[in-house]
């Protein structure tokens, strides 16, 4: 069977699309988004859950990468840093700004390979590796500078022994810097993307794999498998955007045939979550004895969040998990701050992600570069652009910049639009965030604080639409426990493609973190049976 009639008002053939995508993690549905937001016919391909690769897994940061600057990734940096204030904008409800205490000990050492501590070790053999005071201060001026800040305040330097933050740290902090950076909800990033895209036009299969693809000099043939059904289909398209994250080089190599020798480098790193550690709401930049950094941060109003560690992961096949030793090495680097060692009996969850980073020979898996590259192949038939890297804060640069490469393919592309425009319910102002719970407060007396502001960090404007007419609790129908009723179960399945009770308590929300197991088996079968009365009704 041939996928038809998607037409665009770009000058689309009939029965062909303008760009498959494959993959939808943060960079094919920013691009998907970008794409379709230009007139152009766009398919989106997911083999498993949107954001069920890396996109989920990271630290959760718009960030500048202060720790890149000793890279001298000056590119990444600026773009990223300029970045952070126009997404923050565009998505105040799943975004938000957070303050960075970075306690200072001339104990800490630099990564050993670093341009930075490469040129230390000659003009100053003496600090043996050490990060001076004075260096951090440089870096920070940069950050503050580099990137146009309007928002966001700027950094300084005070006194952790008579402030709140140096209340959960050993003694032996008496100086911390702080500087400001974002927390983005990452896998509602990627669903609010996809759905955008869809909304402009886009057409979004998920829980379907790019199994084989077939090359002319026009053309892509490309067959789809539906992972659940195992039925197959071919769809044809100009072009292919191949945004497989970590499987980009097996896509590139294997599924496209494609003869380069560019490849991807598998970092993997992982996070645990802890009891909520402290009661502040700033988060902690913690440097290590071995030159490397991991961070502390509030998580979920009841928890705290700790990494990132960074271990090369040979296969995209092995699901990444963070490792006893993973654990011990986060516990051991945290526990050197805080004043109550950090323990296992602390842990209630932990994840891991695998960083598909661009091959740039690095020695260490710390030191490859986090920078992006786009490549586009054209010159044995239809083309096909590649994404290797790319951090969740670039996501909406890079995809400007992959359709800035494609637009040679499409004579008469539009330009860039997506800085400004707001993802699905970010329509509110940026400091507007407590205005909206009240709001909604008012307009739905029955809800709780809780979920008050739960909704409104998950769908900002949308929360209206979400809940309805709704009068009082009962109206939002069945409760599966922590605030989740059926009335947003059946919002995040038919506006954001959930499908799997899974979907919704580790990539819409993080309501795992609350639900017991038999609470999320019980919402699992529930979608289930709706699914299938829904798909018999419609055999019918
Ligand atoms: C531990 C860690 C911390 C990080 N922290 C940050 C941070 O704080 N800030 C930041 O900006 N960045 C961070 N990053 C980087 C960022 O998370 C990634 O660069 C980004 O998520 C990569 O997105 P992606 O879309 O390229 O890949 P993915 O999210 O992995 O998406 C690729 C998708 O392609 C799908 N796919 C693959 N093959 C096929 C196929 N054949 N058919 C159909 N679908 C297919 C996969 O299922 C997957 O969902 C972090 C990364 C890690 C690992």
């Given at each position: 069977?041939?996928?038809?009639?998607?037409?665009?008002?770009?000058?689309?053939?009939?029965?062909?699309?303008?760009?498959?995508?494959?993959?939808?993690?943060?960079?094919?549905?920013?691009?998907?988004?970008?794409?379709a937001g230009r007139g152009l016919s766009v398919v989106v391909a997911e083999m498993n859950d949107l954001a069920s690769g890396t996109s989920s897994a990271s630290t959760k940061l718009f960030h500048g990468g202060l720790r890149y600057l000793e890279y001298f990734e000056f590119r990444l940096v600026r773009e990223a840093l300029i970045e952070r204030e126009t997404l923050l904008r565009?998505?105040?409800?799943?975004?938000?700004?957070?303050?960075?205490?970075?306690?200072?000990s001339k104990d800490m050492r630099f990564e050993g390979q670093t341009p930075t501590s490469k040129l230390l070790n000659v003009?100053?053999?003496?600090?043996?590796?050490?990060?001076?005071?004075?260096?951090?201060?440089?870096?920070?001026?940069?950050?503050?500078?580099?990137?146009?800040?309007?928002?966001?305040?700027?950094?300084?330097r005070f006194d952790l022994r008579n402030s709140p933050e140096g209340v959960p740290l050993k003694d032996a902090f008496s100086t911390a810097f702080e500087y400001s950076d974002c927390w983005i909800e990452d896998s509602r990033l990627v669903v609010l993307n996809a759905r955008d895209a869809v909304e402009r036009g886009a057409t979004l299969l998920v829980r379907t794999k790019v199994a084989a693809t077939v090359r002319t000099d026009d053309y892509w043939d490309v067959t789809v498998q539906d992972t659940q059904s195992g039925e197959t289909r071919v769809i044809r398209a100009k072009m292919i955007i191949n945004a497989g994250g970590p499987w980009v080089g097996d896509i590139l190599h294997g599924t496209a045939r494609i003869n380069s020798s560019e490849s991807v480098r598998l970092v993997r790193g992982s996070h645990i979550v802890t009891r909520k550690l402290y009661d502040h709401d700033k988060c902690?930049?913690?440097?290590?004895?071995?030159?490397?950094?991991?961070?502390?941060?509030?998580?979920?109003?009841?928890?705290?969040?700790?990494?990132?560690?960074?271990?090369?992961?040979?296969?995209?096949?092995?699901?990444?998990e963070c490792t006893p030793e993973e654990q011990a090495y986060l516990l051991d680097f945290a526990s050197q701050y805080f004043e109550k060692p950090v323990t296992h009996d602390d842990i209630v969850w932990a994840y891991s992600g695998v960083r598909p980073l661009y091959d740039d020979g690095a020695s260490s898996a710390t030191a490859a570069t986090r920078d992006y590259t786009l490549k586009v192949d054209s010159d044995g038939g239809?083309?096909?652009?590649?994404?290797?890297?790319?951090?969740?804060?670039?996501?909406?640069?890079?995809?400007?910049?992959?359709?800035?490469k494609i637009a040679p393919f499409f004579p008469g592309l539009s330009g860039a639009w997506t800085a400004g425009v707001a993802l699905p319910g970010g329509d509110f102002a940026v400091?507007?965030?407590?205005?909206?719970?009240?709001?909604?407060?008012?307009?739905?007396?029955?809800?709780?604080?809780?979920?008050?502001?739960?909704?409104?960090?998950?769908?900002?404007?949308?929360?209206?639409?979400?809940l309805g007419d709704a009068k009082s609790i009962d109206d939002l129908g069945r409760d599966f426990g922590a605030s989740l009723t059926e009335r947003e179960v059946v919002w995040l399945i038919e506006k954001e493609f959930a499908q799997t009770a899974e979907d919704v308590v580790w990539r819409r929300s993080k309501l795992g973190l609350r639900l017991s197991a038999g609470e999320i088996e019980i919402l699992n079968t529930w979608m289930e049976t709706r699914r299938a009365g829904i798909l018999a009704s419609a055999a019918e």
């Open positions: 069977m041939t996928w038809e009639g998607h037409v665009a008002s770009h000058e689309t053939q009939p029965g062909v699309c303008d760009l498959f995508v494959v993959g939808g993690g943060i960079n094919g549905s920013g691009i998907a988004r970008d794409a565009a998505m105040p409800h799943i975004s938000w700004p957070m303050r960075f205490v970075l306690p200072y003009v100053m053999p003496w600090m043996r590796g050490r990060r001076p005071a004075w260096l951090i201060r440089l870096g920070l001026f940069l950050y503050d500078n580099l990137g146009g800040r309007k928002i966001l305040a700027g950094t300084r902690y930049f913690f440097q290590g004895t071995d030159g490397r950094i991991i961070f502390a941060i509030p998580y979920e109003t009841d928890f705290t969040l700790i990494g990132t560690t960074d271990v090369d992961h040979k296969d995209p096949t092995v699901p990444p239809a083309p096909i652009l590649t994404v290797f890297g790319g951090k969740i804060t670039t996501y909406r640069r890079l995809a400007e910049n992959a359709l800035d400091d507007g965030f407590d205005d909206l719970v009240a709001k909604l407060s008012a307009d739905f007396p029955f809800l709780s604080d809780f979920q008050a502001r739960r909704l409104v960090r998950a769908y900002g404007t949308d929360a209206w639409p979400c």
